[in-house]
């Protein structure tokens, strides 16, 4: 167990749904970042959080969106689902500073139908 | 720019072979480098870190600045190594942001 707790571990809806996928990072992490794990893209970086300020963005489409909150969870809103959007969603934590190990969820499973 | 290659999608190996899993990379900064491994599309693990120059399941992997290169190795394959393999790369210029590799798929074949 990494610490790094995703929820719901799947999720099935509908093209044009909106979900929201949860994320507790490890205690005392400040870090939060999300990735997408599609079978054609492979592991693609999206966003990043520290300590509730968003620091990096990867390729993250605009209908998608993140934030942390002060209690340092994070959510990764997904709207106006597509079929393409179907992909494994992780979530990792670390530490900001020094040479750190991120700690990865066990990730979401979202399958748009 | 910032880029991680693993140039093998998949790399197959009988058991006791030895591995080598190819990673390269683009920074200008001063690199820090990892090896994550998932099983079985579980959860990414850290498998070792550049820095810390341990050997973890009988993995080594060596920093090359001259040939941006950091290869994972291991002399002889065992079949429970068969999985996904990441190398990644932290910018730390950019909030600690870690980019990945493509991943490369060992698989070994008893």
């Known amino acids: 167990d990494s610490g790094v707790t995703q929820t719901p571990k799947h999720l099935i809806t509908a093209t044009g749904q909106r979900v929201t996928l949860r994320c507790s990072p490890r205690?005392?992490?400040?870090?939060v970042y999300w990735y997408q794990q599609s079978l054609d893209q492979g592991l693609q970086f999206l966003i990043q959080?520290?300590?509730?300020?968003?620091?990096a963005k990867g390729n993250i489409l605009e209908r998608f969106s993140a934030q942390q909150f002060p209690d340092l969870h994070s959510e990764l809103n997904l709207s106006s689902l597509e079929l393409g959007d179907s992909a494994l969603y992780f979530c990792?934590?670390?530490?900001?500073?020094?040479?750190?190990?991120?700690?990865f969820g066990q990730g979401t499973r979202l399958t748009v139908v | 720019a910032q880029r991680v290659t693993q140039p093998e999608k998949l790399l197959s190996v009988f058991k006791g072979a030895p591995v080598e899993l190819k990673c390269n990379y683009s920074?200008?900064?001063?690199?820090?480098l990892f090896w994550y491994v998932q099983y079985s599309r579980q959860r990414l693990q850290l498998l070792l870190r550049?820095?810390s120059r341990e050997s973890i399941k009988g993995f080594t992997a060596d920093l090359n600045k001259g040939e941006t290169s950091f290869h994972l190795k291991k002399p002889f394959a065992q079949e429970e190594d068969s999985a996904m393999y990441y190398c990644?790369?932290?910018?730390?210029?950019?909030?600690?942001?870690?980019?990945f590799g493509q991943g490369t798929e060992l698989s070994v074949k008893p």
């Open positions: 990792a934590s670390s530490e900001f500073q020094g040479n750190t190990e991120a700690f």
């Open positions: 205690s005392g992490d400040l870090s």
């Open positions: 959080y520290y300590n509730g300020e968003e620091r």
């Open positions: 920074y200008s900064g001063s690199p820090e």
């Open positions: 550049h820095i």
């Open positions: 990644a790369l932290m910018i730390y210029n950019q909030g600690g942001k870690l980019i």
